[in-house]
């Protein structure tokens, strides 16, 4: 583990700015991409590395814990970037360059978190320093390192986790053809220049103008040489390693358009906004898991409509839970965190007490929480609801338990009635309460029983 100097410590004199399992993109284009004599069939395919920078103390986001490390949906932010990295299998090391203290911190969340190719480096007291030790440690003359040096190496912000595997494909191919290439975005405000006297001496011209965004890509000899060439200053108070590319090579990096979501999180506004994004990710797909799928009559398929209806922007799909094991650990690994489960044999809660054994079973996803609403159907004229969650008050115990395994289970009665608009009410209104659980992901609400 690199020796660099210890992270946080005094920060520049102007405040400077302190996701499944199998790859991502169609591989076999990935490595054609990135096969170092181009398209070639066969030829060798390039050596990446990347460089994320998490040693900042999150100065503007004003909580004690470094952002890099503050909870999203009970995860830490780095996990999800690291995640998305994780996906373009053909990024060969990914160092992730934090302070001393928060090593520690940081090897947990791999362990936990199960993530691959990760080496820890020890962080600067500014960015630049920071990823200057991580190219360091893939520098050549490493003693002990099981590291390599690579032909292109990615430096990307460890607080940037919404990127697609494709914007890496362009600004690595970007990189290896102009020695360094960076995703840029359109300006949202106008940049202005003000005179010493604290007045506007000019204004830029917005549309000629773009904002410098997260991941860059560079010849690993190219960014490794500015960095040993860096002033101090720059080192201090630099923001910007494309210029730290043009200043010291002569590299004119290629600017690659990216999309909306390379922005970086900064402030506490972001972190609200990366958890929306995350919750909305993750509530596109919705199992229903029923007895039998035979009888389609039966009231789990006017269930299921009714959800396809209601929720026409989400996916849904439906399971027999007899013999579902290996498929619901298949449905998981398709990226579907929500489970309905459509509760019609006594002893109530029997469906989902068999589905919770199987997700126990399964070693399920632990990157993201499941949710499985257990939907119960009661005629309210002839029983009341209360009745009904008389016999269900056992979900509170289990709802307790099955959270510890990052299952959140909540319970829904529907009224079965007997006339068929009513009916209808009941179950649109049900399928309006599924996807609120769903998106919203609430641990608050776990165990309780909803009625519809
Ligand atoms: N000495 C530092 C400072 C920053 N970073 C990292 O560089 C990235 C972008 O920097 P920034 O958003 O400025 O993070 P902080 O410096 O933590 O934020 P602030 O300026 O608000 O303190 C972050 O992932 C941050 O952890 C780093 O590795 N080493
Ligand atoms: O200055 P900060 O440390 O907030 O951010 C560093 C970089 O992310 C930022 O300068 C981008 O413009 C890319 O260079």
Redesign the pocket.
Known sequence: MEQGPR?GGSRPAEP???LSSQCGADQAASVSLLSAGGAEPGSRTLAVAAVL?????????GVPT???FCPVLERPLISYTLQAMERACWIKDIIV?VTGENMEAMENIIKKYKHKRISLVE?????H??IFNGLKALADNQPNSRLSKPEVVIIH???RPFFEEDILLKVVTAAKEHGAAGAVRPLVSTVISPSADGCLDHSLERARHRASEMPQAFLFDVIYEAYQQCSDYDLEFGTECLQLALKYCHIKAKLVEGSPDLW?V?YKRDLYAAESIIKERISQEICIVMDTKENKEHISHLLEEVLKTELNHIHVRSQALYNAGSDIQHIILEQCYNFVCVNVKEPDFQETQKLMSMLEESNFSILYSIVVVSVHFLDFKFASPSQKMESLMCIREFAKKMKKRKVLLYGLIINYSQDEQKLQESLRQGAIIIAALIKERNSALIGQLLVA
């Open positions: 992270g400077g700015p302190c920078p998490a040693g900042g103390c999150g100065e503007r986001m470094p952002k890099q360059v962080a600067g007291v500014t960015r320093r920071s912000d460890a607080v970086k900064t």
